[in-house]
């Protein structure tokens, strides 16, 4: 994630912080009860994201795992392809050995 995206993230978050006290003043509500239901739904907010990166964490879905896992795909892509026949059959034959041991 780019800087730019945190702070544009941060700004929205703000942003929506604010709309929703003022709508929570609009609705009826007084300032102390709209400001403690807007930082309500701010937290809630907040822990529900971060508690969506640690099960991404976790899992292992995260960007970066993904690229590193795909790089490694494309690396051994690779040298199979630089391979001879004759050393892909060798290959072959040492694996059916092993699967079979």
Do not use: H
Not at 30 to 37: E, Q, R, V
Not at 66 to 82: M, N, P, S, T
């Amino acid at each position: 994630m780019r800087r730019i995206d945190v702070i544009i993230i941060g700004i929205v978050v703000f942003a929506i912080g604010g709309a929703g006290y003022l709508g929570l003043q609009l609705a009826g509500l007084d300032n102390i009860n709209a400001g403690i239901w807007s930082q309500l739904v701010l937290v809630m907010i907040i822990l529900g994201w971060s508690f969506s990166y640690v099960f991404r964490v976790a899992t292992k879905k995260m960007t970066y795992t993904q690229q590193l896992k795909d790089y490694e795909e494309a690396v051994l892509q690779k040298r199979l392809e630089e391979l001879t026949p004759e050393q892909l059959a060798k290959i072959q034959a040492e694996i059916e050995k092993e699967r079979q041991a």
